[in-house]
């Protein structure tokens, strides 16, 4: 009876490894054929980020940083065009210049505020807002941050 008690706990430890998530699964369409993310990246020390797509009619390109404790999160445009009334703009190498910038300094200067000053005439619609639903970069690289945020599942 032992024997079957300890291969049925491994048997779930071994189920439950292969069905974690990934940050390769959070690739996803967000709007039917024209929208979605792709690129999630644990940057360390609680901190994920991904890019944001969209092409109906115009195309669009940004990013969306997450601090996965406090669900902060930075987003922007790097990139549109014919999205409106608005000029198009690329201006995404820019964007990952400021990126990189503070994520290869010390994390206690690289704020979401700060970093937003610098992408000030390099982004648009720059927003800092704060998720109570975990992302799902967050799930896969840092579960045990996710606090009291409602917690992500993969649809499928």
Same mark, same amino acid.
């Given at each position: 009876?032992?024997?079957?008690? *300890? *291969?049925?706990? %491994? &048997?779930? @430890? *071994?189920?439950?490894?292969?069905?974690?998530?990934?940050?390769?699964?959070?690739?996803?369409?967000?709007?039917?054929?024209?929208?979605?993310?792709?690129?999630?990246?644990?940057?360390?020390?609680?901190?994920?980020?991904?890019?944001?797509?969209?092409?109906?009619?115009?195309?669009?390109?940004?990013?969306?940083?997450?601090?996965?404790?406090?669900?902060?999160? @930075?987003?922007?445009?790097?990139?549109?065009?014919?999205?409106?009334?608005?000029?198009?703009?690329?201006?995404?190498?820019? &964007? @990952?210049?400021?990126?990189?910038?503070?994520?290869?300094? %010390?994390?206690?200067?690289?704020?979401?505020?700060?970093? %937003?000053?610098?992408?000030?005439?390099?982004?648009?619609?720059? &927003?800092?807002?704060?998720?109570?639903?975990?992302?799902? %970069?967050?799930?896969?690289?840092?579960?045990?941050?996710?606090?009291?945020?409602?917690?992500?599942? @993969? &649809?499928?």
């Amino acid at each position: 009876m032992r024997n079957v008690a *300890i *291969i049925s706990t %491994a &048997a779930m @430890l *071994i189920a439950g490894q292969a069905s974690a998530l990934t940050l390769a699964d959070c690739k996803r369409t967000t709007h039917v054929s024209h929208g979605g993310e792709f690129g999630h990246t644990d940057l360390g020390e609680g901190r994920v980020m991904w890019t944001d797509w969209w092409s109906q009619e115009g195309t669009a390109k940004g990013f969306a940083l997450v601090e996965c404790a406090s669900g902060e999160m @930075l987003r922007f445009w790097s990139a549109e065009e014919n999205m409106g009334r608005r000029s198009a703009f690329d201006r995404t190498d820019d &964007a @990952l210049e400021v990126l990189e910038r503070h994520q290869s300094g %010390a994390r206690v200067f690289a704020t979401f505020e700060r970093i %937003a000053a610098d992408l000030e005439f390099i982004a648009r619609d720059i &927003a800092i807002t704060t998720q109570t639903d975990e992302t799902c %970069a967050c799930a896969a690289a840092y579960p045990a941050l996710r606090g009291e945020k409602t917690e992500f599942m @993969l &649809a499928g």
